[in-house]
């Protein structure tokens, strides 16, 4: 079974910092890119960043392309998200997604994902 268990949302003010992780497992994880994905209050799922299976590759949304770094630990099984100059914009519950989804919504059979960690930027 595929599992991908999110961690490290919270609140914090505007300029501030987080790092998100996502534990993975139930599939070989070192053969897949990973992607974050977001969804703001009220709106849709929206893209935000992708690692190649070995990290070499990465891809930025232009709303946080500066700000975030995807990074992974593939003895791990793990995947971050390193969120920087955080804006209140970026509220959203953020959630870890199996595969190479840069265009959202998804048609067809859709990914799997965690259940996601909650980000709040807030003064």
């Known amino acids: 079974e595929i599992q991908l268990v999110e961690s490290g949302g919270g609140l914090v003010q505007p300029g501030g910092s987080l790092r998100l992780g996502c534990a993975a497992s139930?599939?070989?994880?070192?053969?897949?890119?990973m992607t974050w994905a977001r969804q703001p209050p009220g709106k849709g799922l929206e893209w935000v960043s992708t690692i190649s299976a070995t990290g070499a590759l990465t891809y930025y949304g232009d709303s946080v392309k500066g700000r975030f770094t995807i990074s992974r630990d593939n003895g791990k099984n793990l995947v971050y998200l390193h969120l920087n100059g955080l804006k209140t914009e970026d509220t959203a519950m953020y959630y870890c997604v199996k595969g190479n989804y840069q265009s959202w919504p998804v048609l067809g059979t859709q990914p799997d994902r965690g259940q996601g960690t909650q980000v709040t930027v807030s003064s």
């Open positions: 139930g599939f070989t994880f070192s053969q897949y890119y």
